[in-house]
């Protein structure tokens, strides 16, 4: 059984598998990781790291995904 931890996405309190990454964040979240901004703990976290990048528990998470000329903030619900 996978144990959940507690994070923050966009301000919102949520719940993540624990060891997961933020690759698999994403997924969850029903997010594409196409045109996608993520900030980590107030850290932009290069797309190049996600899928080594865990989740820990208390993370805070800002996620934009950017569409056409502008950009719009993720609002996933689970």
């Given amino acids: 059984m996978t144990e959940n931890i507690s994070i923050v996405v966009n301000g919102e309190i949520r719940e993540a598998a624990s060891g997961a990454t933020v690759t698999e964040l994403l997924k969850a979240l029903g997010i594409h990781g196409g045109r996608v901004a993520i900030e980590r703990n107030l850290r932009i976290l290069p797309r190049a790291v996600w ?12 996620i934009v995904q950017f569409v056409g000329v502008g950009f719009e903030r993720s609002t996933a619900r689970n």
């Fill in 51 to 62: 899928g080594q990048t865990s989740v820990t528990d208390g993370d805070r998470y800002e």
